[in-house]
């Protein structure tokens, strides 16, 4: 078990529906990143949050946006839902961004399904 | 787009055996990551490889690196049910790029 917590573990929300997912990362890990992670596929990458700034952006819509916090806790938010963002959304907190010898701690994961 | 490409997509072996995932990659990195993931779950990192060494080991873990051919390949000695797992390949500029996974399936 590593310490990073998602929540919630499940969800199910409606078309054009706007969903909001947590994050608490490690102590003392300072960065966050979200990916997305389709079924029989492996994560991609969405974005990262380095001291409450994003740091870095995938090729997703600006309708996923997120947050960090002060305590470096972070949300994804996800705007007009779509069938296609039903996926398991990961996130994984890091000592520090771009630092080469840093391994990844990631959460359990949010299942998300749109319908 | 994915910068890692696992081969092969599924391998299935007995207890005991060994397993050997490759993995391609596209552009140069500063190291190469392998992480492990149980059905529909959290991944976890296995063994991280530096690109200036060629092999590492990690218990039943070995690990290659081949910078000039931008492959890597992970090899499970004496595997046993519990690796049954889906193995990622990842390298890290700032962010982790992943490819599409080796499903392993080991059966008793």
């Known amino acids: 078990e590593t310490g990073v917590t998602q929540s919630p573990t499940h969800l199910i929300k409606t078309r054009g529906q706007q969903v909001t997912l947590r994050c608490s990362s490690q102590?003392?890990?300072?960065?966050v990143s979200w990916y997305q992670q389709a079924l029989g596929q492996g994560p991609q990458f969405i974005f990262q949050?380095?001291?409450?700034?994003?740091?870095g952006r995938g090729n997703f819509p600006p309708r996923f946006s997120g947050l960090q916090f002060p305590n470096y806790s972070s949300e994804l938010n996800v705007n007009a839902l779509e069938l296609d963002d039903s996926a398991l959304y990961l996130c994984a907190s890091f000592r520090r961004p771009g630092e080469a010898d840093t391994e990844a701690f990631f959460g359990q994961g949010t299942r998300l399904t749109v319908v | 787009s994915q910068q890692g490409e696992e081969d092969p997509q599924a391998l299935s072996i007995q207890e005991g055996e060994n397993a050997t995932m490759n993995c391609s990659y596209k552009t140069s990195i500063n190291n190469l990551q392998w992480y492990r993931q149980n059905s529909g779950r959290g991944l976890v990192h296995l063994i991280l490889i530096r690109s200036n060494e060629r092999e590492k080991h990690s218990g039943r873990l070995r690990v290659t690196l081949d910078t000039s051919k931008k492959s890597s390949s992970l090899l499970i000695t004496a595997s046993r049910a519990a690796d049954t797992a889906s193995y990622f390949c990842?390298?890290?500029?700032?962010?982790?790029?992943f490819g599409q996974g080796t499903e392993l399936s080991v059966k008793p």
């Open positions: 102590s003392g890990h300072n960065t």
């Open positions: 949050y380095y001291r409450e700034e994003e740091n």
């Open positions: 990842a390298n890290k500029g700032g962010k982790l790029i």
